[in-house]
C-alpha cells in the first residue's frame, strides 16, 4: 500500500503508540524516556514529510475511512496549508519542548509519565489540526482537555498544580460540551459532518435560523480553550505545571486549538455583524485585559501568561475584523508569537532551574551571570514587544494597519486604533520589565543558588526559536512566506489577498501607532510605580479565581443537595424515583391519546401449558416479594423466575436468547451467593406501613401501564424491523442465526460497546476487591455452623472429569453460532461457568496451579481482537466492523463457511470468559482470606 494513502493517521496515532513506550523506556533507563519521545516525534514528522509539498502545489490531501457512516462519522484525516502550519508547529515546537524537559526535569520527577503525557497531548492536538471529520475534531479536542489536565497536574503533590489543573479541565470541558452542540447543529445544516462539505457552505449556514446557536456555541467552546475574556483567568492558574508544559501547551499548542478552530470555520461563520461583535469584542477585551495586567506580574511564568492572553485575543480580533488581510496577519501572528513566546518560557524556566526562583523582585543583574541566556531572553522580549527586524514587529505593523481599516466601519469604530495602540504601549512596557527587572537593575536578593548558565543543550532550543525571531524579521521573504502564503490559502479556501511582508512600508499610521507604543511603553515602565500603586489600590483586589471557585462551592453545593434529596444510598430510594417519574409521564401520553386503546388486531390464543406457566411466573415474584428478607430463599426463587422466563423465550421461538438467559442466571446466581456470603442473612424490617402501601401502589400502577401499553401495541398491526434482519442475514451477514449476525455484523458496534463496559466492569470489581478483607459468618441463622469441608471429594472428583466436558460444549457452542443457536457470548458464559465450578470444587490455590491463565490478558486479547477486526475492514476500504464471508469447499468435510465475524466473535468470548472469572475468582479469594481470618484453626482449609 502506497505510503502516502495512509501516513496522515499514522502522523496522529504515532505519539499515542509513543506514549506507551516512553513509559516502558523510563523503567530501562531515566533519560531514555526522552529520547524514545523525540524518536517518536522524529518518526511522525517522516511519515509527514511525504505530504508537505502537496499544499504548496496547491492540492488539499484527504483521507478517509467509513466509521460509522449512517451516523455521519467517518476517521477521516485532511492536510491543507493551514493543517500544514500547525502541524509542524505541534511537532517541530513539541521536539524543541522534549529536548528541554530532558534537562529540566528533576531527578526525582518521573520522566516515563511526563513524556507520555506530553506524547498524548501531541497526538490530541495533531488530531484535532489533521481531522477532515468534524466529530472525530471534538473528541481529538477532549482529549486535550484531559491530557493537558494531566499535564498541568504533573507535580501532584503541590496544590496549586491541582487546582488549575482541576480549573482548567472545568472550563475547557465545558466549553467542549458547547462545541460539541455547534459541532451538531454546524452538521445538521450542512447535511455532512465532512470538512470539506462544511467548508464549501459558507452561505448556506450564514443564512441559516440556527447560524446564531451555531456560532454561539462554537464560540464558547473558542473562547474557553483560547483562555478568551470572561474565561481567561485559568491560564495563568495553569502554570502550576513544570515549565516545559507551559512552553509547549500554553504558547504554541492548547491554547492555540480554540484560534486554529476560528481560522478553520472562518470561511463558514465569518462575514456577519454577529461574528465581528462576538469574537471582535472578546478579542478587543483580552488584549487589553491581559496587556495592562501581565506588566504587575512579580511572577516570570505569571507575566508571561497574562501576555500570552493579551496575544491570543490579539489574534482573536484579527479574525473578528472578518476581512481576508486580517486573517493573514493572525495567521502571521500565530507563527510569530508560537517563536517567542515558546522561547520566553524556556528562558523563564532557565532562570527558574538556575536560581531556584521566578520572582522578579529577587531576579536583578543576571546578565553578568547567564549572557547567553539573557541575549536571548531580550531579543525573544524585543520581538513580543514589536522591534523592529524582529518577526513581532512585521505581524504588528500588520496588526495597526487592520485596526486602521477597521476604524472607518462606524462612528465609534475610531476608538479601536486607539485601545489597540494602548494595548500596544503595555506590551511594551512589560516586554521592559522582563529584561530589566532581570538581567539590569542591581544585584539579586536572597537567592538560594548561584546563578550560573544551564547546559548547552538546554540551551539549543532557546536558540534556535531566537533564530527564527531574527530571520523572520530580516528576512521574511525568504523564511516565512511561503508557509504563511499556503496557510492563508487553507484558511480562507482560496487565492489569498495582496498582501507584503516588507519591512518599511514608508511613514504610514501604523508606523505612527508602533512608534508611539515604542516611546509610551517606555515611559509607562519609567512611571511604573505609580502604574503598580494604581493597580493594588484599584485593581490587585479583583480575582477571578475566587469568583471561580465562589461559583465552583455553589454549583457543589446545589448538587450536593439535589444529590441527597434523590440519592439516599439506597437503590430502593432511587428506583421509587424513576419507576414514579414513568408513571407520572406514561399517565400524561395516556391521557393525550385520543384513538381507542385497543386495536382490532385479534391475539393468539393461550394455551393451558402457557397459563400454567404464567401462573407460576406471578407466584414466584410474588413470593420473591413476601420472602425478601430471607435472602437465600429470595435469591432460589428469582432463579425460577428466570427459568421461566428462559422457557418463554423457547416458546417464542428464540433458542439463543433461550441459552443466553440459562448462561446468565447461573453466572448471577454464583455471583449472588459469593455476594450474600457477606451481607446479613436476613434484611431488615421495612420501615413505616405507610411506605410499603407506596410502594404497593407505585408497582400496581406501573404493571397496569405496562399492560396497558403491550396491548395497544400487540393488538394493532405493525410493521416491525425483523423482517430486514432477517432476509438479509445469509446474504449480507454470511450466517442463518440471525441474532448472532445482528450481533457480529449488523449491530457489532453496539456489542463492541457492551463488551467493553463489561471489561471495565470486571476490572473495576478486581481493583475494588484486591487485597480486601471482610468479616465472614460463622454460623447460619439458627445457630448451625459452618462446615470447614468446603471441597468435598465427590464434587472434586465430578468437577474435573465435566471439564473437559462443559469447555468442548463451549467450544461447539462457539463454532456453530453464526449459523445455529449460540455464539461468543453463550461460549464465554459456559466456559466460564466450567472454570468456575473448578474454583469452588477444588479451591482457588489449586485450580490456579493449573490454570496459569492471567484474566487480564483474556480481556485485553479480545478486545485488541474485536478491535483489530474492525481495523482491517477500514484498511480494504469497508466501514468499520464490516464483515466478509466465503465458503470453501474441502475433502470429506464438505462445503465449509469461513467469515470474518468469527474473530470478532472470539474477542467477545474472551472479554466474557476474562470479566466473569476476574469477578467471581476475586470475590471468592476474599471470601477465602475473610474464612481464614475468622477461622484461625482451619488455615489449611480453602473456602470459596
Request: positive net charge; charged residues 10%; proline residues 4%.
Amino acid at each position: 500500500m502506497n505510503l502516502l494513502a495512509v501516513n496522515l493517521p499514522i502522523v496522529v496515532l504515532l505519539p499515542f503508540v509513543g506514549a506507551i513506550f516512553a513509559a516502558l523506556a523510563s523503567k530501562i533507563n531515566r533519560l531514555a524516556a526522552a529520547w524514545t519521545s523525540g524518536a517518536v516525534t522524529l518518526l511522525a514528522l517522516a511519515f509527514l514529510s511525504p505530504a508537505v509539498s502537496l499544499p504548496f502545489a496547491g492540492e488539499t490531501l484527504v483521507q478517509s475511512w467509513a466509521w460509522m457512516e449512517s451516523a455521519g462519522l467517518f476517521f477521516a484525516f485532511r492536510l491543507d496549508g493551514l493543517a500544514l502550519l500547525f502541524a509542524l508547529l505541534i511537532l517541530v515546537i513539541g521536539l524543541l519542548v522534549i529536548l528541554y524537559a530532558r534537562y529540566y526535569l528533576a531527578a526525582k520527577d518521573c520522566m516515563g509519565r511526563f513524556f507520555a503525557y506530553l506524547l498524548m497531548f501531541m497526538g490530541s492536538m495533531l488530531g484535532i489540526v489533521l481531522s477532515e471529520n468534524i466529530l472525530q475534531l471534538v473528541i481529538f479536542w477532549e482529549l486535550t482537555s484531559i491530557t493537558s489536565f494531566l499535564l498541568i497536574s504533573y507535580w501532584q503533590h503541590r496544590k496549586d498544580a491541582r487546582q488549575g489543573a482541576r480549573m482548567a479541565l472545568a472550563i475547557t470541558g465545558a466549553g467542549g460540551l458547547a462545541l460539541l452542540g455547534g459541532v451538531l447543529l454546524l452538521g445538521h445544516i450542512v447535511g455532512s459532518y465532512q470538512l470539506s462539505d462544511v467548508l464549501a457552505a459558507g452561505d448556506l449556514v450564514r443564512t441559516h435560523d440556527l447560524y446564531l446557536p451555531t456560532l454561539g456555541l462554537i464560540l464558547l467552546g473558542v473562547f474557553t480553550k483560547s483562555a478568551q475574556f470572561p474565561f481567561h483567568f485559568w491560564l495563568p492558574h495553569a502554570m502550576a505545571a513544570p515549565t516545559p508544559v507551559s512552553a509547549y501547551l500554553h504558547s504554541a499548542t492548547m491554547v492555540k486549538a480554540g484560534i486554529f478552530l476560528l481560522a478553520r470555520f472562518f470561511p463558514v461563520l465569518s462575514g456577519t455583524p454577529e461574528w465581528s461583535w462576538l469574537v471582535g469584542g472578546a478579542g478587543l477585551l483580552t488584549l487589553l485585559i491581559g496587556a495592562y495586567t501581565a506588566l504587575f506580574k512579580h511572577d516570570l511564568k505569571g507575566l508571561l501568561a497574562y501576555s500570552t492572553i493579551s496575544h491570543l485575543g490579539l489574534i482573536t480580533l484579527l479574525f473578528g475584523f472578518g476581512t481576508q488581510l486580517a486573517a493573514v496577519a493572525a495567521i502571521f501572528h500565530i507563527i510569530n508569537h508560537a517563536t517567542f513566546k515558546a522561547s520566553l518560557f524556556m528562558v523563564a524556566g532557565i532562570i527558574d532551574h538556575e536560581t531556584g526562583t521566578r520572582d522578579m523582585r529577587k531576579l536583578n543583574g543576571l546578565i553578568k551571570y547567564m549572557p547567553h541566556t539573557a541575549a536571548l531572553a531580550i531579543i525573544a522580549s524585543l520581538a513580543m514587544a514589536g522591534v523592529p527586524l524582529l518577526n513581532g514587529f512585521l505581524s504588528k505593523e500588520m496588526f495597526f494597519a487592520e485596526a486602521v481599516t477597521a476604524s472607518q466601519a462606524n462612528a465609534y469604530a475610531w476608538l479601536i486604533p486607539v485601545l489597540v495602540t494602548l494595548a500596544g504601549i503595555f506590551s511594551v512596557a512589560y516586554s521592559l520589565r522582563f529584561i530589566h527587572d532581570v538581567f539590569f537593575n542591581g544585584e539579586p536578593v536572597g537567592l538560594t543558588r548561584t546563578p550560573h548558565e544551564p547546559p548547552r543543550f538546554m540551551k539549543i532550543p532557546v536558540d534556535l526559536l531566537v533564530i527564527l525571531c531574527l530571520a523572520v524579521g530580516i528576512l521574511p521573504i525568504y523564511t516565512v512566506a511561503p508557509i504563511l502564503d499556503v496557510a492563508v490559502t487553507g484558511t480562507l479556501q482560496t487565492t489569498p489577498p495582496q498582501y507584503s511582508l516588507a519591512i518599511w512600508h514608508g511613514f504610514t499610521l501604523p508606523l505612527l501607532m508602533s512608534l508611539l507604543a515604542l516611546s509610551l511603553g517606555v515611559a509607562v515602565y519609567y512611571k511604573r510605580a505609580w502604574f503598580f500603586t494604581t493597580y493594588r489600590r484599584y485593581f490587585q483586589r479583583i480575582n477571578a479565581k475566587r469568583y471561580f471557585n465562589r461559583l465552583f462551592k455553589q454549583l457543589t453545593r446545589v448538587a450536593v443537595a439535589i444529590t441527597r434529596r434523590f440519592d439516599k444510598g439506597s437503590l430502593q430510594h432511587a428506583a421509587v424515583w424513576v419507576i414514579a417519574a414513568s408513571v407520572v409521564i406514561g399517565t400524561a401520553g395516556f391521557m393525550q391519546f385520543s384513538s381507542p386503546l385497543f386495536g382490532e388486531r385479534p391475539l393468539m390464543a393461550a394455551d393451558p401449558v402457557t397459563l400454567v406457566v404464567g401462573v407460576i411466573l406471578m407466584i414466584a415474584s410474588l413470593l420473591t416479594v413476601a420472602l425478601h428478607r430471607r435472602r437465600l430463599i429470595s435469591l432460589i426463587i428469582i432463579g425460577v423466575v428466570g427459568l421461566i422466563i428462559a422457557l418463554g423465550f423457547v416458546k417464542f421461538s428464540a433458542p439463543d436468547l433461550a441459552l443466553t438467559q440459562l448462561s446468565v442466571e447461573v453466572v448471577t446466581i454464583i455471583l449472588l451467593l459469593l455476594a450474600l456470603y457477606f451481607l446479613p442473612q436476613a434484611s431488615p424490617k421495612e420501615i413505616g406501613r405507610r411506605r410499603l402501601w407506596r410502594d404497593a401502589l407505585i408497582a400496581l400502577l406501573s404493571g397496569i401501564g405496562v399492560t396497558l401499553l403491550t396491548m395497544m401495541v400487540l393488538t394493532r398491526e405493525f410493521d416491525p424491523i425483523s423482517s430486514y434482519f432477517i432476509e438479509n442475514s445469509v446474504p449480507g451477514g454470511g450466517g442463518t442465526n440471525v441474532v448472532n449476525v445482528i450481533l457480529v455484523d449488523f449491530r457489532g458496534f453496539d456489542t463492541l460497546g457492551e463488551i467493553v463496559v463489561l471489561a471495565l466492569a470486571g476490572l473495576g470489581v478486581f481493583a475494588l476487591l484486591q487485597g480486601m478483607k471482610l468479616p465472614a459468618p460463622q454460623h447460619d441463622l439458627q445457630g448451625r455452623v459452618w462446615s470447614l469441608d468446603a471441597h468435598p471429594t465427590i464434587m472434586q472428583t465430578l468437577t474435573r472429569l465435566l471439564l473437559p466436558l462443559m469447555l468442548l460444549v463451549a467450544v461447539y457452542i462457539f463454532l456453530r453460532g453464526h449459523n445455529l443457536p449460540g455464539g461468543g457470548f453463550i461460549a464465554g458464559l459456559i466456559a466460564s461457568v466450567a472454570l468456575i465450578v473448578q474454583y469452588l470444587a477444588n479451591g482457588i490455590a489449586w485450580t490456579q496451579q493449573r490454570l496459569k491463565i492471567d484474566m487480564h490478558w483474556s480481556i485485553g486479547f479480545g478486545l485488541l481482537i474485536a478491535i483489530s477486526t474492525g481495523l482491517v475492514a477500514m484498511l480494504l476500504g469497508y466501514p468499520f466492523l464490516t464483515s466478509a464471508f466465503t465458503h470453501l469447499h474441502w475433502p470429506i468435510v464438505g462445503e465449509f463457511e469461513v467469515a470474518s465475524a468469527i474473530a470478532f466473535d472470539l474477542g467477545v468470548f474472551l472479554v466474557v470468559v476474562g470479566a466473569t472469572v476476574m469477578s467471581l475468582v476475586q470475590l471468592g479469594k476474599l471470601s477465602t482470606a475473610s474464612h481464614k481470618a475468622d477461622h484461625p484453626t482451619s488455615q489449611q482449609k480453602e473456602s470459596v
